[in-house]
């Protein structure tokens, strides 16, 4: 069945320094896939989304490109900030529409 | 409403307890996901609604779960005889198109069972 493999964590990181989470997947076909970020005390939020092959899906500095000759959506960002310490998810999307989670990376930035 | 809300956001209950669990999802949203979230895992799906019936529930983990959306818009997740393993935060979410064509699911904040 379908299923998403995403880097173990905790990941510590400093203030300021580049970020790479890396998320493969297993599915039929090309389903749509997902960042989900989720902060402290807070709920699950979308970060970002790709529905083809080679599309970059971008926001507040984070960027996935998916990728399917390696099935995979990898999350980069070039300098982390304290704010960005929380649990990220990659995820895709089944036939029926609902979300198949990885199993979450904890972030955590120091000053 | 603005968001999916969930209520309550903290049960603690005795084993073998019945528990239910409320949705509010988005105004207008047809579609309605509930998932189960244990300490440092992610969110696994249970069940999901298109309008009023139940289009998947094979993530029920068994029959003593049970989830019902009579008219469409909120939804009760309900756990009988409560077991210590049913203890985990139980996430819902809501979409505005349903099937291949689903949105972005947004969540809501969760509600945090723990069984005694």
């Known amino acids: 069945g379908d299923s998403v493999t995403q880097m173990e964590g905790p990941v510590t990181l400093s203030e300021e320094a580049c970020l790479t989470i890396n998320c493969t997947y297993t599915a039929t076909g090309y389903p749509s896939l997902f960042w989900y970020v989720q902060y402290p005390g807070e709920g699950l939020q979308l970060l970002l989304k790709a529905t083809k092959a080679d599309d970059k899906g971008s926001n507040k500095g984070f960027e996935a490109t998916y990728r399917k000759e390696t099935t995979s959506f990898h999350l980069e960002k070039g300098s982390v900030q304290v704010s960005d310490s929380a649990v990220y998810f990659c995820?895709?999307?089944?036939?029926?529409?609902?979300?198949?989670f990885g199993k979450g990376t904890k972030l955590s930035v120091k000053p | 409403g603005a968001g999916v809300s969930q209520t309550p956001s903290n049960k603690v209950t005795e084993k073998g307890k019945y528990v239910e669990l409320r949705c509010d999802p988005i105004?207008?949203?047809?579609?309605l996901y509930w998932y189960r979230q244990s300490l440092g895992q992610g969110p696994e799906f249970l069940i999901y609604?298109?309008?009023?019936?139940?289009?998947?529930d094979s993530g029920l983990p068994n029959d003593r779960f049970f989830a019902v959306r009579p008219e469409g818009s909120v939804s009760t997740l309900k756990i009988q005889r409560t077991e210590r393993g049913d203890s985990a935060v139980y996430l819902c979410a809501s979409s505005l198109l349903a099937g291949a064509g689903a949105n972005v699911l947004t969540f809501g904040a969760g509600s945090r069972l723990t069984v005694l």
């Open positions: 609604f298109q309008g009023t019936g139940a289009a998947d």
């Open positions: 105004s207008g949203h047809t579609a």
């Open positions: 995820a895709l999307k089944g036939s029926q529409g609902n979300l198949i």
